[in-house]
């Protein structure tokens, strides 16, 4: 099911969709980001992968979901938007397509890691109504600290 934010399209995550989610991935995040056959593994595995495309097609952002090995907690992996199409509401709507695929899999809460310095992210999920339950230290990397968001379905 698609739906839109602004002008944007997001809906779920399709094999052709792959390649620029890893193009995108790889020109914020270098050696960090995913690999390519990465999310193609996901998507074919039935995680919630969203992107959002605006009226010519082009990516705007996508957001990764996985469940956590509880089977009733899922976890935003990750969610990106291109820079030009930032602060159009892009990221919230992936991160609330997500949440609402959990919440239609009888999930009971989402949780997502976000470095603490990452203002801009902490606040999205802020305002989508998750909570700061924990701060993580050296959680990538000797002295990064990373705060877990959570949110109850
Ligand atoms: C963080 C990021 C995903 C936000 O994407 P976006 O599509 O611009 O976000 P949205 O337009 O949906 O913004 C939703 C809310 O998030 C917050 N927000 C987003 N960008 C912000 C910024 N630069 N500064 C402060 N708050 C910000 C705001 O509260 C915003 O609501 P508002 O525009 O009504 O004020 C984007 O900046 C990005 O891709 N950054 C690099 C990758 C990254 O850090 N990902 C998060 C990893 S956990």
Not at 9 to 37: H, K, M, V
Not at 71 to 79: A, E, F, K, S
Not at 115 to 143: H, I, P, V
Request: charge should be neutral.
């Amino acid at each position: 099911m698609a739906a839109t934010s602004g002008n944007l399209q997001i809906r779920r995550c399709l094999p052709e969709d792959c390649a620029d989610i890893f193009a995108l991935d790889r020109t914020l995040w270098g050696n960090w980001s995913y690999g390519s056959p990465f999310t193609r593994q996901l998507t074919d595995m039935g995680h919630p992968v969203f992107v959002a495309r605006d009226v010519s097609g082009a990516l705007a952002g996508y957001c990764i979901g996985l469940t956590q090995a509880d089977c009733v907690t899922g976890y935003i992996l990750d969610v990106t938007t291109h820079p030009h199409y930032r602060r159009q509401g892009a990221a919230a709507g992936l991160v609330s397509a997500v949440v609402e695929d959990f919440r239609n899999r009888n999930m009971k809460a989402v949780n997502a890691a976000i470095d603490g310095k990452n203002e801009a992210s902490k606040r999205l999920f802020a305002g989508l109504g998750f909570w700061e339950a924990k701060q993580m230290k050296n959680y990538y990397e000797t002295g990064d600290l990373h705060c877990l968001f959570r949110l109850e379905l």
